[in-house]
Structures are given as C-alpha cells and as structure tokens.
C-alpha cells in the first residue's frame, strides 16, 4: 500500500508541476529555433541578440545582459527594438513577447526586423496521457527569428 501510495503522489505532484509551469515547455521550441538557424542561417554576421522567451539566451550561447530592450511600456520597448543596431537577431514568440512585454511580432517587423523564419508548435505535456488526466493542456504558439540588417 505505501509504494501505491507513493507512487500516486509522485505521479499527482509531477503532473501538477507539469500543467503549473506550462510555459516551461518553451525550451524546446526555442531548441528547435536555434537548430534551424545553425542550418540555415550560421553565416549572417550577429552583434546583437533580443527574445521574448527567456531560455532563448541559454540556448543561443548569448549574453543576458545583451537584452535592453524591454520598457516598462510596450511603446518604450518598440522604441529600443527601432534603435537596435543592424545585425541583430531576434526570436519573438506569439505568447510570451505579447503578454509580457506587449509587443507583437507585427509590430517587431513594423520596427524594422525582416522574417528569417516561422514556426508554429504544438507542446505536449511529456507525461503520458493516463497521468495528465486532461490537467495538462498542450501549449500551442508560434516562434519567429527575425533580423535587423
């Protein structure tokens, strides 16, 4: 009864985890996003590096402190994006970009960033569907590397 019991738990508290930190799952598109540049796009020269999900830093091997982009107003921020230098890369998502800094990717392209490239994700949860029991929605959202030239 105690291993039931514990297993139980540790099913119930990773799956409460998993549906609690949703955004968390980011990681791997931006893993994705960063592949496909090194495919792609290894060879444009990079100064400068801007994102709307934090683990893009991680993943693009880049400095944190490089990100000085972000106003406590989404006009403050479009301001700094259209001040950016040429060179700079940039990886904006449809979720976190709007909701926390509240700068669409229109509006980053409308500060004068091209497309480079588009992807749109489906995540899933990565337990299996019996222990999710529904709690678990799969997070759907778009990535977008942009660049300034």
């Known amino acids: 009864a105690w291993v039931v019991v514990c297993a139980w738990s540790f099913i119930i508290n990773v799956r409460d985890i998993d549906a609690m930190l949703i955004w968390a799952r980011d990681a791997r598109a931006v893993e994705e996003m960063k592949a496909w540049f090194d495919a792609n ?41 259209r001040d950016l230098p040429p ?4 990886l904006w998502d449809s979720d976190t970009g709007p909701a926390i800094f509240g700068v669409s990717v229109d509006e980053v392209k409308a500060a004068g ?8 994700f489906v995540l899933k949860s990565r337990l299996p569907k019996w222990a999710a029991q529904g ?15």
């Open 113 to 120: 960033f091209e497309e480079l490239h588009r992807q749109d």
């Open 41 to 81: 796009e290894a060879a444009l020269p990079v100064d400068r590096f801007v994102w709307s999900q934090t683990y893009a830093v991680t993943a693009f091997d880049r400095e944190a402190t490089e990100i000085p982009v972000t106003g406590l107003k989404p006009e403050e921020t479009l301001q700094r994006l």
């Open 87 to 90: 060179h700079t890369l940039a």
């Open 135 to 149: 709690w678990n929605p799969d997070r759907k959202l778009t990535y977008w590397l942009l660049y300034k030239r």
